[in-house]
């Protein structure tokens, strides 16, 4: 079983950057695909990026392309979402996702969410 | 991109009822299909995958059907904790894409 622990919220004024950490237990980061999906209040889910197992990339959303940056750290089995240059418009709450390889486009297990504000 | 249509967009039932919930994709994508429930304030929390397939632990009441590009679930009888918001998803390519959601509330 996968678990996965997001860190707690976070206020941010416009142009700066907020990084969310995803902490994994039960299975290594190795072992999974991990994604990105955000939430804006009362909206619906969207996709943002997420570890591709066949190509061995990490594959972005064009609409984030250039702003976010998503990594890994194996020794701590900790993911790691970078959103830059950050508008109001991004206020949502991020979730990080994942899914035991090779699967890598279904999305089964969830971490808590994460709020991200962005206010001046 | 592929683009997913939900219908309805909300949907008003009650405790026992039958209700189903359709899913269009934009070009076919075989049954490369996920369903997920979400409650307020939740993450969510998938239902169906491979279109039919019940993820263990899911009551029986929910099934999924479909490939190509109309899908459906439907939910047999409707229990009070099913009230919720469902979201399809297409698995079949990236960038991932999710319906608009489809909420479901008490009568």
């Known amino acids: 079983q996968v678990q996965l622990v997001q860190s707690g919220a976070e206020v941010k004024k416009p142009g700066a950057s907020v990084k969310v950490s995803c902490k994994v237990s039960?299975?290594?980061?190795?072992?999974?695909?991990m994604h990105w999906v955000r939430q804006a209040p009362g909206k619906g889910l969207e996709w943002m990026g997420g570890?591709?197992?066949?190509?061995?990339?990490?594959i972005y959303a064009q609409k984030f392309q250039g702003r976010v940056t998503m990594t890994e750290d194996t020794s701590t089995d900790t993911a790691y979402m970078e959103l830059s240059s950050l508008r109001s418009e991004d206020t949502a709450v991020y979730y990080c996702?994942?899914?035991?390889?090779?699967?890598?486009?279904?999305?089964?297990?969830w971490g808590q969410g994460t709020l991200v504000t962005v206010s001046s | 991109d592929i683009q997913m249509t939900q219908s309805p967009s909300s949907v008003s039932a009650s405790v026992g009822d039958r209700v189903t919930i359709t899913c269009r994709a934009s070009?076919?994508?075989?049954?490369?299909l996920a369903w997920y429930q979400q409650k307020p304030g939740k993450a969510p929390k998938l239902l169906i995958y491979?279109?039919?397939s019940l993820q263990s632990g899911v009551p029986s009441r929910f099934s999924g059907s479909g490939s190509g590009t109309d899908f459906t679930l439907t939910i047999s009888s409707l229990q009070p904790e099913d009230f919720a918001t469902y979201y399809c998803?297409?698995?079949?390519?990236?960038?991932?894409?999710f319906g608009q959601g489809t909420r479901l509330e008490i009568k």
């Open positions: 491979a279109a039919s």
């Open positions: 996702a994942t899914v035991v390889v090779p699967a890598a486009t279904i999305l089964d297990y």
């Open positions: 039960g299975y290594t980061l190795t072992e999974l695909s």
């Open positions: 998803q297409q698995a079949n390519s990236f960038p991932l894409t």
């Open positions: 570890f591709d197992p066949e190509d061995g990339e990490t």
């Open positions: 070009q076919g994508i075989s049954s490369w």
